[in-house]
């Protein structure tokens, strides 16, 4: 099991940048599938991209390709997702996720966070 909890959430204009930060705890971490989703209101819960446990494999959504960077650090239980270019169609809840190795094809997780909001305003 792996406790998740993110931060780094707020309100950004149009063109901005921000940087999603998720904390874990559990020592599998290391060995864990790695991601972020993403709930608009009204809408399901959208994969935004992927990070396998070497931290050398990623896998991203179209809509964010180019402008979102996902990294881990082992040495940390940390992972991030820096924001760039940020549209206000990227106004969501985003969310943590950590799984198996399979996760990464599956995009199934088992673990989730609570959530930080992101605003793009326009």
């Known amino acids: 099991q792996v406790r998740l909890v993110e931060s780094g959430g707020g309100l950004v204009q149009t063109g901005g940048s921000l940087r999603l930060s998720c904390a874990a705890s559990g020592r599998t971490f290391s060995s864990a599938t790695m991601a972020w989703f993403r709930q608009a209101p009204g809408q399901e819960r959208q994969f935004v991209v992927a990070?396998?446990?070497?931290?050398?494999?990623?896998d991203y959504a179209d809509s964010v390709k180019g402008r979102f960077t996902i990294s881990k650090s082992d040495a940390e239980n940390m992972v991030y997702l820096q924001m760039n270019s940020l549209k206000p169609e990227d106004t969501a809840v985003y969310y943590c996720?950590?799984?198996?190795?399979?996760?990464?094809?599956?995009?199934?997780?088992?673990?989730w966070g609570q959530g930080t909001q992101v605003t793009v305003s326009s």
């Open positions: 996720a950590a799984g198996g190795p399979s996760s990464f094809y599956s995009k199934k997780f088992s673990n």
């Open positions: 990070i396998a446990w070497s931290g050398s494999v990623t």
